[in-house]
């Protein structure tokens, strides 16, 4: 198994910036691929980003291209998500989740972290 801990989240206002963390432990040596989903009040989960392992080939969802960034620290098995530009609809809990190369399907999840933009 793999676990896996979010960190970074917080109240900022909009226009502003914040850096998600997704430190994983466990098997890691079994991850294939890495994503941030994010799920507003009353909403459903939602993509907002993914990198694969080996060669960083990456997504976005269209609502955050242009102002995330995912990103990843291997020998730290560690994997980012910079917000800028940051706006209300942005709001949501943020969702680090992991594929590994075995199942090739999400299937680790964190314990989600809160993120917040006042308007």
């Known amino acids: 198994q793999v676990q896996l801990v979010e960190s970074g989240g917080g109240v900022v206002q909009a226009g502003g910036s914040l850096r998600l963390s997704c430190a994983a432990s466990?098997?890691?040596?079994?991850?294939?691929?890495m994503g941030w989903f994010r799920q507003a009040p009353g909403k459903e989960r939602e993509f907002v980003a993914s990198?694969?392992?080996?060669?960083?080939?990456?997504g976005y969802a269209d609502s955050v291209k242009g102002r995330f960034t995912i990103s990843r620290d291997n020998a730290e098995n560690t994997v980012f998500l910079q917000m800028n530009s940051l706006k209300p609809e942005d709001t949501a809990i943020y969702y680090c989740?992991?594929?590994?190369?075995?199942?090739?399907?999400?299937?680790?999840w964190g314990q989600g972290t809160q993120v917040t933009v006042s308007s």
């Open positions: 989740t992991t594929a590994t190369n075995t199942k090739k399907a999400y299937e680790f």
């Open positions: 466990g098997r890691t040596f079994t991850i294939w691929r």
């Open positions: 990198i694969y392992w080996s060669d960083s080939n990456i």
